[in-house]
T-cell receptor
Framework: KQEVTQIPAALSVPEGENLVLNCSFTDSAIYNLQWFRQDPGKGLTSLLLIQSSQREQTSGRLNASLDKSSGRSTLYIAASQPGDSATYLCAAKNSGYALNFGKGTSLLVT | SAVISQKPSRDICQRGTSLTIQCQVDSQVTMMFWYRQQPGQSLTLIATANQGSEATYESGFVIDKFPISRPNLTFSTLTVSNMSPEDSSIYLC???????????FGPGTRLTVT
């Protein structure tokens, strides 16, 4: 069964800092990996989707990388802003329909 | 991408009652899903809502407890039956198209059972 782990569980940074969120998964036979943002009491917003054949995806200040062989993905946020404060979730898709989610990293930009 | 809405956004229900959650997508989608997010936990897939056939449930979830309908390619409902306090969670609807399998989520329904 796919296990997804996110480290750290919580992170507090000053505005303007660049930061990296980590996601690891146990089964490297993934179809894709997706990063989401969840604001308190709200649903999930899709940030980036990386297909298994890709190494990275970029959207604005966000860059996500994927290393299947080591079972890792990172989300890089450049020049963080208070509006980036949220919980960031990564989810790995293997065969079948289910996304396997990590527990998330709670980010606070002050 | 797809824009997904859910009703109700939140509800407080009594033990033993049932609640039906509606999910509407702004475009026709191939796949629709229902997830549960228990307090302090991550998301767990309940079932895949299949258009025109019975839903496919994940291990640990059964149709009698979580009946699902999907009458067309843009709409689905999830009913939480005979509720207990352990059912207090956020229930999220999601959708994806074949191809990229990127999933989009609704805003969720926050359910509290007293």
């Amino acid at each position: 069964k796919q296990e997804v782990t996110q480290i750290p569980a919580a992170l507090s940074v000053p505005e303007g800092e660049n930061l990296v969120l980590n996601c690891s998964f146990t089964d490297s036979a993934i179809y894709n990996l997706q990063w989401f943002r969840q604001d308190p009491g709200k649903g999930l917003t899709s940030l980036l989707l990386i297909q298994s054949s890709q190494r990275e995806q970029t959207s604005g200040r966000l860059n996500a990388s994927l290393d299947k062989s080591s079972g890792r993905s990172t989300l890089y946020i450049a020049a963080s802003q208070p509006g980036d404060s949220a919980t960031y979730l990564c989810a790995a898709k293997n065969s079948g329909y289910a996304l396997n989610f990590g527990k998330g990293t709670s980010l606070l930009v002050t | 991408s797809a824009v997904i809405s859910q009703k109700p956004s939140r509800d407080i229900c009594q033990r033993g009652t049932s609640l039906t959650i509606q999910c509407q997508v702004d475009s026709q989608v191939t796949m629709m899903f229902w997830y549960r997010q228990q307090p302090g936990q991550s998301l767990t897939l309940i079932a895949t809502a299949n258009q025109g056939s019975e839903a496919t449930y994940e291990s640990g979830f059964v149709i009698d407890k979580f009946p699902i309908s999907r009458p067309n390619l843009t709409f689905s409902t999830l009913t939480v039956s005979n509720m207990s306090p352990e059912d207090s969670s956020i229930y999220l609807c999601s959708a994806s198209q074949t191809g990229t399998y990127e999933q989009y989520f609704g805003p969720g329904t926050r359910l509290t059972v007293t």
